[in-house]
């Protein structure tokens, strides 16, 4: 019943039907609405051969890992919907972008120019030359907050199952939209957006671990250096050097707030192991927070989120593991015990140093 829920909620959100959820791939969910977009506004897409690309462009930022067993807590600062946002706040879509020759005739403050040299139109303080991009991801994003707003207050659980597929399929949708872009082999691909995309994510996130440890210093009055000791994507793990949980649940949402107020609007920066905050620009929705974790490779991480009832929780990491995954525990018994947490036990091969 829930599949079937989720499916006619993404079958709404995109227009499609429901046949082409399971049949189709995902390019045919942000074509649709292109194409309803596009008639609206009395515009054109043009009809693409598919062709084999081979010209490729710089992915997403990964930190490298501080390797080791942190026993303070370790809270994590990631951005929601992050490349929607940066698509939002640079308006950068196929009707925005420009070649070079087109600014001649503009002004400077007409348009904006990415990091990788690509040029797009800025939209006007009057909400005009907008894309059809950001205008598609505004509505997409606005929707699914208006949907986990309601699912807050909802308390029949079919209307509960319906908000939270309703909520899914525009997250979905909204994240979607950057790889529409993106695929080299598809109905619009557009490697000027895509790239651009990846390259101001890279600068945000050095950005924000420049602000966090400039910040959060001795030299500042705070009782210790802040450490980034990983960062991937969208995200980066903080050591503030504090020791009990409330205290750093409490800074990574004064960190979380700090560094959305750098950025425009819409981007928003969240707290990692959860801390929910609502900001206007950057937000922190969720900062998380996991203590006794120990970081051993890229990408692969464990953390507690129950610091109540978890004492002690393990953060191990791994990439490939054949046996021996922790079980999901539904309840923790309040131990000196180290919990692995559902974690790849198991790993043939080095660990890393």
């Known amino acids: 019943m829930k599949v079937i829920v989720n499916f006619a909620e993404m079958s709404r959100v995109t227009g499609v039907p429901m046949s082409y959820l399971t049949m189709r791939g995902q390019q045919v969910r942000v074509i649709s609405q292109l194409y309803r977009k596009a ?52 308006n950068l879509c196929y009707s925005t972008l420009l070649h070079p020759e ?76 950057y790889g529409f872009t993106g695929a080299q082999v598809g109905k619009l691909p557009c490697l000027e957006i895509s790239q651009s995309v990846t390259a101001i994510g890279r600068e945000m996130i050095d950005k924000t671990k420049k602000l966090i440890e400039e910040r959060y210093t001795k030299q500042n009055g ?3 250096d802040a450490i980034v000791v990983y960062g991937d994507t969208d995200s980066v793990m903080v050591k503030f050097g504090m020791t009990d949980l409330p205290n750093a649940m409490e800074r990574g949402k004064e960190a979380a707030a700090y560094v959305t107020s750098k950025f425009n609007d819409p981007v928003k920066s969240r707290n990692a192991i959860s801390i929910s905050s609502s900001l206007p620009n950057v937000q922190t929705d969720a900062p998380r927070i996991g203590k006794h974790v120990l970081r051993t490779n890229i990408a692969r991480y464990n953390g507690s989120d129950d610091p109540i009832q978890i004492l002690a929780a393990i953060c191990i990491t791994s990439f490939n593991s054949a046996l021996g995954n922790a079980p999901f525990l539904a309840e923790h018994s309040i131990s000196n015990d180290i919990i692995l947490y559902g974690g790849s036990l198991i790993h043939y091969g080095s660990c890393g140093s």
């Open 39 to 90: 008639m609206a506004k009395n515009m054109v897409i043009p009809t693409m051969k598919t062709q084999q690309n081979n010209n490729k462009f710089e992915g997403a930022t990964v930190l490298d890992p501080l390797n080791g067993f942190y026993k303070d807590p370790i809270v994590t600062l990631d951005f929601s919907s992050l490349y929607p946002s940066i698509m939002i706040c640079h």
């Open 222 to 224: 705070y009782d210790n």
């Open 102 to 177: 087109q600014l001649q005739s503009l002004s400077p403050s007409d348009y904006t120019r990415t990091p990788t040299g690509n040029y797009f139109i800025q939209k006007g303080p009057d909400g005009s030359r907008e894309g059809i991009l950001p205008e598609i991801l505004k509505g997409l994003l606005a929707a699914r907050k208006r949907a986990k707003d309601e699912l807050k207050l909802e308390n029949d659980p079919f209307n509960q199952a319906v908000l939270n597929g309703r909520q899914l399929a525009l997250k979905i949708v909204a994240n979607s939209v």
